[in-house]
């Protein structure tokens, strides 16, 4: 419409343009991502059997009550939990791809391709240091010690680590894949074990063999 005489001319309004989220699909998991999470913890939880991993109570300490001894039986499994789950990574970003994912590799599942790599190396360890195929200096108890210690440096550092990206997270005004959050879970998670072996002044130890196949079978009574 032309301008009429006598009456100002108004500017166009302003386009202010919004920043819109680079992942804009495959931000939640599906369902071959929750399947690969199940088998992860079932893996998880056969590295924990299979491992021999146990805690110990301190000398001279009072002997535990049923309660104390299921979180005891239940520590190397929730030790371990990160490691099968951490396994299926390269499942859970293809399947985004697949989905239209566009961002690439976020700030906190660079902690997962770094774990990935590792774990890959800790759960073979961990399935074979009891075979006796695999070489005898790589199953000593000196060995043992190293791997286990070596375990809970990288865990805690990393889980620091998941911490910091996750207050940066707090801040950040598009959102993130899911498997962002599901890495400061997992980091952040070992925390938990860790921190109940500290309090109640229990050691890591890996064992020779399979702990809980060679426990006799038979419920476990908590009062």
């Known amino acids: 419409m032309p301008p009429q005489p006598g009456r100002p001319v108004l500017p166009p309004p302003l386009r ?13 998991p599906g ?3 929750y399947f690969c999470l199940c088998a ?7 590295l924990a059997q299979w491992s021999g991993l146990y805690i110990m109570p301190a000398e001279h300490a009072p002997a535990p009550g049923n309660f104390e001894r299921l979180l005891d039986s239940l520590i190397p499994f929730a030790a371990l939990l990160p490691v099968g789950i951490v396994l299926f990574w390269p499942i859970f970003f293809l399947t985004q791809l697949i989905s239209g994912r566009r961002q690439g590799v976020s700030s906190a599942e660079w902690l997962l391709w770094t774990s990935w790599l590792l774990f890959i190396v800790l759960a073979v360890w961990l399935a074979f240091k009891n075979n006796p195929k695999m070489p005898a200096g790589l199953a ?11 375990y809970i440096l990288y865990m805690v550092s990393m889980a620091a680590l998941a911490l910091v990206l996750w207050l940066i997270d707090l801040f950040m005004r598009y959102r993130q894949p899911w498997t962002q959050a599901l890495t400061i879970v997992l980091m952040v998670w070992t925390l938990v074990p860790i921190s109940y072996a500290g309090a109640m002044k229990r050691a890591p130890r890996f064992g020779d063999g399979a702990v809980l196949l060679d426990r006799p079978p038979g419920p476990v009574i908590v009062q």
Do not use: C, F, W, Y
Not at 40 to 46: F, I, K, N, R
Not at 140 to 150: F, G, P, R
């Open 16 to 28: 202010v343009p919004v920043a819109h989220s680079p992942v804009e699909t495959a931000n939640r």
């Open 31 to 33: 369902v071959i991502d």
């Open 40 to 46: 992860g913890v079932v893996v998880s939880l056969g």
């Open 140 to 150: 000593t108890e000196e060995v043992k010690a190293l791997v286990l210690m070596s």
